[in-house]
């Protein structure tokens, strides 16, 4: 069975590299957000039209990334959101609770140091991890019932 994999939330670190090389040999698909910052702020702006007050060409920005990110999320069996230590990312938050609300299995990944702030969108998660490497080892327990070591 292929697992389908959505990986969601902050783009400045390695993350998802490491997940996807962790679940190499696995019969995983992953999917996720465009990762280039600035295609993904300009996204709108480009295909729709220039618009001179920036709240309404990070508006559209967010709608046509909106469309990509429903889509990998609802076509996606377990979704990973990361909250990274940097910038406020409440499209993180938005994307657990949307994962959650279509009754997608959620991973949260985060360190410890978010443990409390995000208290409510952990509960809302079937795995809490603090590592990439934790993801992985869901993951392989997920399709082949083996334990880490």
């Known amino acids: 069975m292929t ?21 190499k040999g696995l019969d995983v698909a992953f999917t996720g957000p465009v990762t280039d910052h600035a295609a993904s702020d300009d996204c709108g702006v480009a295909i729709l039209g220039a618009e001179p007050n920036k709240f309404w060409h990070d508006h559209k920005g967010a709608q046509v990334n909106a469309i990509r990110t429903r889509k990998g999320i609802a076509d996606a069996d377990v ?5 990274g230590d940097q910038y406020k990312q409440w499209n993180a938050a938005f994307d657990a609770g949307y994962a959650a609300a279509l009754g997608k299995s959620l991973i949260i990944l985060h360190g410890p140091d978010h ?6 969108v952990d509960a809302a998660a079937l795995a809490v991890a603090e590592e990439p490497s934790q993801v992985v080892a869901v993951l392989r327990y997920v399709l082949t019932g083996v334990l880490p070591g």
């Open 3 to 23: 697992l389908k994999v959505y990986l969601s939330g902050e783009i400045h670190t390695d993350w998802r590299e490491q997940i996807v090389d962790g679940a």
């Open 79 to 83: 979704v990973v959101v990361r909250f």
């Open 115 to 120: 443990a409390h702030a995000l208290k409510e």
